[in-house]
């Protein structure tokens, strides 16, 4: 298992089209991946239980990587957040 933080650096935070994007990329992932501030942590392959996150720019979020896809999904998450989810900024 892989646990680490990602910080939400886009200026809407993990908005609807954001909380999309994780989801889906999430999903091509043959393990499981859970994120959120704090425990229970949520499975982030559900667009809706990202959305209820509420994660604002700023927020620190724990994510756990688990099987055997996991350290493809932890560095395609990365990527993702890096790139400020496609927006630029």
Request: negative net charge; contains cysteine; aromatic residues 6%.
């Amino acid at each position: 298992m892989i646990q680490t933080k990602i910080k939400v650096i886009n200026k809407l935070g993990l908005h609807a089209r954001a909380a999309t994007k994780l989801a889906s990329l999430a999903g091509r992932y043959s393990c499981s991946i859970r994120t959120g501030e704090k425990p229970p942590l949520v499975d982030a392959k559900s667009i809706m239980s990202l959305m209820l996150l509420a994660a604002n720019q700023g927020t620190d979020l724990i994510f756990e990587f688990d099987g055997p896809e996991q350290e493809l999904a932890h560095t395609a998450m990365r990527e993702l957040f890096d790139d400020y989810f496609g927006e630029g900024e």
